[in-house]
């Protein structure tokens, strides 16, 4: 039976794009026998461990996450991820602000000092990594044929909680899998919005011999032991969390800063067009994700770069529908002549939408509300032609079909780069239904141009780390 060593005193928290741990392991506990299970399913209907070990864990877990409302996981409908190291060749070459984040002028990964306190790593060596499914895991060599069927192999994702849009990328992801030239099974496991469970979900999966995983995980020194553990064991490790994570054979990221800025631009034309480029501009940030801050100053970018008599007239934390609505409706309040709402996710912006509907905000020509991510809701509030004026998708569909193109490709033995990164398109009124048309079949002969868009998304062999705090 697996044995876990569990972390004490994890705090896990939620935000507008998934979770994260802002802050990580006070008191670093001993390996206790925690629970016996024969597969993640099988603890997913088991009852939790009832040592005091891993109730004084769950309980720790809970009391940090009950500091926020209950939407703050029940509306987990989007997501982020950390800004790209890669170059950005849309227009003028330049390197993305989000690339120093990972870097020093030497080349080097530098501390950030936006968390001051660090994970700490559950015990155990460090050991070798698996980056662009190397040779050490040779397929050949485990009985992976290099074409058929992958009948034999298994795969599982780990996920930090049930939320539509997962599991619309789930769905995405099996219909890949499923397709007759792979039959390749594929597990889900959902952690419900518990930090320490999901870590566990993926040291099942390696007890288990799966031959890959998937993981959305929150972001600690422990998660990359546990990726240096599978890669050590020839299991090919995906990530398309909330940041990079060392050693993972893939990570997936989005380019925040220039998906932000190109709504900025889009919310300057509009001033310059409706208000003789000169408005009060209302912000929705995320205050507790560093990565989401990155985002949140693009869009103030492109907004002083392309209307610079515009004004920011406040900024508020919102990474919720309610928070937004909240946020949004204060800032209106204490600057009646804000025209502008800004959010970095739809879901704030959604709670904006609500907020500006309340106060009287109608008029299209009066009023615009932006956001980033590309959800169906806010999708379907743009088709509609009202305040809500736009949203930038990551176009999430051919995200999950090339993660789950990548992970086939790393079974039968072929190299796939260490980096993607999602961009995506602006979505306003007047192409929303060509992006639902778009997105609609990532399967189908017509869209498989888009794989290799780099305007949609990019490939690089850099190899990305964990940032450190």
């Known amino acids: ?69 209950s939407a703050g996981f029940s509306l987990l409908k989007k997501w982020s991820w950390l800004a790209s190291g890669n170059r950005i060749f849309v227009g003028d070459t330049h390197e993305t602000k989000a690339t120093s984040m990972f870097r020093n002028s030497n080349g080097s990964l530098h501390r950030r000092e936006f968390v001051k306190r660090a994970a700490l790593a559950a015990g155990g060596a460090a050991l070798g990594g698996l980056p662009g499914c190397s040779p050490e895991a040779d397929p050949a060599a485990r009985g992976t044929p290099a074409t058929g069927p992958l009948k034999n192999k298994r795969v599982g994702i780990s996920s930090p909680h049930k ?12 219909r890949e899998a499923r397709r007759p030239e792979s ?76 998906t932000g800025a190109q709504i900025g631009k889009f919310a300057a034309q509009w001033i310059n067009e409706k208000h003789g480029g000169r408005a009060e501009v209302g912000i929705l940030g995320n205050s507790n994700d560093p990565w989401l801050t990155i985002r949140t100053q693009g869009m103030k970018d492109g907004l002083r770069d392309h209307a610079p008599g ?11 529908i309610e928070l937004g609505a909240a946020g949004a409706a204060n800032l209106l309040q204490a600057h ?7 959010a970095h996710a739809d879901d704030p912006g959604y709670g904006c939408l609500t907020a500006a509907t309340e106060a009287g905000k109608r008029d299209p020509n009066q009023f615009l509300i932006a956001s980033c991510d590309g959800t169906r809701l806010v999708m379907d509030k743009v088709a509609e032609g009202g305040i809500y004026q736009a949203t930038w998708s990551y176009l999430f569909p051919f995200s999950a079909t090339a993660w789950m193109r990548d992970m086939i490709r790393c079974l039968r033995g072929q190299k796939v780069p260490m980096t993607r990164t999602q961009v995506g398109r602006l979505v306003t009124k007047s192409n929303v239904e060509a992006i639902r048309v778009m997105t609609r079949d990532p399967q189908a002969p017509e869209v498989q141009k888009y794989y290799d868009d780099p305007t949609v998304m990019r490939y690089s062999d850099e190899s990305l780390k964990t940032p450190k705090v």
């Open 1 to 69: 039976m697996p044995r876990f060593l569990f972390l004490n005193g994890i705090v896990a928290r939620q935000y507008s794009s998934g979770l994260r741990c802002r802050a990580a392991v006070i008191v670093l506990s001993p390996i206790e026998e925690l629970a016996s299970f024969q597969s993640p399913l099988d603890y997913e209907k088991n009852e939790r461990p009832r040592n005091g070990l891993a109730r004084s864990c769950n309980q720790a877990a809970r009391q940090r996450s009950s500091a926020f409302p």
């Open 163 to 174: 939320v539509e849009i997962l599991n619309e990328l789930y769905e995405d992801m099996k």
């Open 183 to 258: 039959q390749l099974e594929v597990v889900v496991v959902d952690a419900g919005a518990d930090a320490v469970k999901q870590l566990s979900d993926i040291e099942s999966f390696i007890a288990q011999n799966y031959d890959g995983i998937f993981f959305i995980a929150l972001p600690s020194e422990g998660l990359e032991r546990i990726v240096a553990k599978a890669a050590a064991k020839g299991i090919f490790m995906l990530n398309h969390g909330a940041s990079p994570v060392t050693g993972a054979t893939q990570n997936v990221v989005l380019d925040q800063h220039f």
């Open 310 to 320: 515009a004004k920011i007239a406040g900024e508020v934390h919102g990474h919720s």
């Open 336 to 342: 009646p002549g804000i025209t502008v709402l800004l």
